[in-house]
C-alpha cells in the first residue's frame, strides 16, 4: 500500500527527471532551467516590473535580479528604471528574446511528448487534473504556519 511518503518521494523524483530532461533541451538554446519560465512571463506580458515579475513567477526578488541579469547578458532583454516610480526596474524583451519563443514553445512540447510517451489521452487528461490538485494542495500548505509535533 502506497503511503504519503510515497507520494513525497515520487513528486521529488518526476520534478528531478523532467528537470534533467528539461537542462538537456535548453542547452542547446544557450539557457538554464527556470530561464524560460520568465521569458514566457513577458512574452504573456511584455515590459514588466521585476517586482511583478518575482511574484508571478513566485520566487525570491534574488533568484528573479540574477536571472534577469544573466538573460540581459545574453542579450534577451533589457532593464530600465521606470517612469513613473524610481523605485521599480522595467524588464522588457529584446528581439532576441523574442525569436526565441517559437523553439522554446516547441521545447515544452517536446517535454510533455517525453513525459507521457506511453500514455493515452484519457490519462494524460487525468494526469494534468491530480498534478494540478498536488500543486494546489502544496500551495496551500506553503500559506499555512507550519505546525511542530509536541
Known amino acids: 500500500m502506497e503511503t504519503n511518503g510515497d507520494i513525497s ?3 521529488a ?8 530532461v528539461a537542462s538537456t533541451l535548453l ?18 506580458s511584455d ?14 526578488a534574488s533568484t528573479v535580479t540574477r536571472t534577469v541579469q544573466c538573460l540581459g547578458r545574453s542579450g534577451l532583454l533589457t532593464r ?11 524588464v522588457s524583451l529584446t528581439p532576441a528574446g523574442h525569436a526565441l519563443r517559437e523553439l522554446i514553445e516547441e521545447y515544452w512540447e517536446s517535454l510533455g511528448a517525453a513525459a507521457t510517451r506511453d500514455m493515452s489521452p484519457r490519462q ?3 494526469a494534468l487534473v491530480l498534478l494540478n490538485r498536488i ?7 506553503a500559506d499555512q504556519p507550519s505546525t511542530s509535533r509536541t
Open 135 to 141: 500543486e494546489g494542495n502544496l500551495s496551500r500548505s
Open 80 to 90: 530600465a528604471p521606470s517612469a513613473t516610480d524610481r523605485r521599480a526596474v522595467i
Open 47 to 60: 515590459h514588466r516590473t521585476q517586482a511583478d515579475l518575482t511574484a508571478a513567477l513566485g520566487l525570491d
Open 27 to 44: 542547452h542547446v538554446m544557450g539557457l538554464y532551467p527556470g530561464q524560460e519560465l520568465l521569458l514566457q512571463q513577458l512574452w504573456e
Open 124 to 126: 494524460r487528461a487525468a
Open 13 to 20: 523524483r518526476v520534478a528531478r527527471a523532467h528537470s534533467a
Open 9 to 11: 518521494r515520487m513528486v
